[in-house]
């Protein structure tokens, strides 16, 4: 059965405190991986596309990577601007996507 | 910018009414999907839609009817709301391509509750 696994469902971190979140999938002919964000009463706002192993995207504190059967999402030196819900999710080939279940980051201050 | 409107942010409605969910994208966009969020479940798909009058079901039809009689407009209908239809609700839309897939522009989500 396509799954897609992320951990920790939460994680708390100090101010600066780098850390890493992961997305563990298990499909079929994979598309293509995506990562959104997600503040509260908001819907998913987009963040990166990876499509093969060892492809890294990078925006400002953040940095994803995706491997043959995982991503991650790497936070260095995170800000309390960046708490939020961050949503993997995989496309198969002629299908829709399939979204893993979050991982709520609260980052103080 | 890519915007996906949801017509109301919040609703209320009774058991057994038609529900309607309205969703309007401006970026020409052929692909359009309705999800429901819900708590440790996180994003299911209802249905979607790669074309006008073009519908497919997704993971949870039971219960819910589409419309796309425009390119922009993807509707969501409920067609007996019941209480476990509470739920937030999102619509996407994205970019069809041969190639390399894009990713879905979501809008910011009806919370719909059914007393």
């Known amino acids: 059965e396509d799954q897609v696994t992320q951990s920790p469902e939460a994680l708390r971190l100090q101010e600066g405190e780098s850390s890493s979140l992961n997305c563990s999938y298990t499909?079929?002919?994979?598309?293509?991986l995506f990562w959104y964000r997600q503040d509260p009463g908001k819907g998913p706002e987009f963040l990166f596309t990876l499509y093969s192993a060892g492809e890294e995207k990078e925006k400002e504190r953040l940095k994803a990577t995706l491997t043959k059967k995982e991503s991650f999402l790497h936070i260095t030196a995170p800000k309390p601007e960046d708490s939020a819900t961050y949503l993997c999710?995989?496309?198969?080939?002629?299908?829709?996507?399939?979204f893993g279940k979050g991982t709520t980051l609260s980052v103080s201050s | 910018d890519v915007k996906v409107t949801q017509s109301s942010r919040y609703l209320v409605k009774r058991t057994g009414e038609k529900v309607f969910l309205e969703c309007v994208q401006d970026?020409?966009?052929?692909?359009m999907f309705w999800y429901r969020q819900d708590p440790g479940l996180g994003l299911r798909l209802i249905y979607f839609?790669?074309?006008?009058?073009?519908?497919e079901k997704g993971d949870i039809p039971e219960g819910y009817s589409v419309s796309r009689e425009k390119k922009e407009r993807f509707s969501l209908i409920l067609e007996s709301a019941s209480t476990n239809q509470t739920s937030m609700y999102l619509c996407?839309?994205?970019?069809?391509?041969?190639?390399?897939?894009?990713?879905?522009?979501f809008g910011d989500g009806t919370r719909l509750s059914i007393l």
């Open positions: 839609s790669y074309d006008v009058k073009m519908k």
């Open positions: 499909v079929s002919g994979l598309r293509g």
């Open positions: 999710a995989v496309e198969k080939a002629g299908t829709a996507l399939i």
């Open positions: 970026m020409d966009h052929e692909n």
């Open positions: 996407a839309s994205s970019i069809k391509t041969g190639g390399s897939n894009q990713p879905q522009h």
